[in-house]
């Protein structure tokens, strides 16, 4: 199992993937906002979105859990 994670403070601005979903190496999971840029966060592994940790809106910091990912 994968779990992504933030790699700086943000605030969720979309989810673009959905639990249940396939999703592939590189595709969008969600998009950050980060001073004033939006942020792409990618999968790193191909795989079934298992869970999403965040919401639109939602404050994040370094560190945080987004999504985790399986085989």
């Keep these: 199992m994968e779990e992504i994670r933030a790699e700086m403070a943000a605030v969720v601005f979309e989810v673009v993937a959905r639990q249940g979903q396939s999703i ?5 999971v969600v998009i950050v906002e980060s001073m004033k840029m939006e942020i ?3 999968a790193e592994t191909s795989g079934t979105v298992a869970e999403i940790a965040v919401t639109v809106g939602q404050s ?5 859990l987004i999504a985790r990912i399986t085989d």
């Design 60 to 64: 994040i910091r370094a560190g945080d």
């Design 24 to 28: 592939s190496e590189g595709d969008t």
């Design 40 to 42: 792409p966060v990618p």
